[in-house]
């Protein structure tokens, strides 16, 4: 059975940073391409970033400079991050695996 759970959410500041995880169990997260998306109420659910399998990563051109995502293979876990926070970056963070599993997402909000 295929788990993700996202950590690291939470209450900042404009300017400040966060890193958020996505711990992954059954299966193996260097094996799939891994993608952050984040949602807010009443919108659609927008892709963050891509991790492919090789290393390559893209992000959404409202992040680009200022998010980064990872992996760890020993840990099985992949993260997001997230450096000189705006307001309109307040969202649900999830991570999802082959357009199929998603996590449960966690809740970034930053203040202005």
């Known amino acids: 059975q295929v788990q993700l759970l996202e950590s690291g959410g939470g209450l900042v500041q404009a300017g400040d940073s966060l890193r958020l995880s996505c711990a992954v169990s059954?299966?193996?997260?260097?094996?799939?391409?891994m993608r952050w998306y984040r949602q807010t109420p009443g919108k659609q659910r927008e892709w963050v970033a891509t991790i492919t399998t090789s290393g390559s990563t893209n992000y959404a051109d409202s992040v680009k400079g200022r998010f980064t995502t990872s992996r760890d293979n020993t840990k099985n876990t992949l993260y997001l991050q997230m450096s000189n926070l705006k307001p309109e970056d307040t969202a649900v963070y999830y991570c999802?695996?082959?357009?199929?599993?998603w996590g449960k997402g966690t809740l970034v909000t930053v203040s202005s």
């Open positions: 999802n695996m082959r357009s199929i599993y």
């Open positions: 059954g299966r193996t997260v260097n094996n799939y391409y």
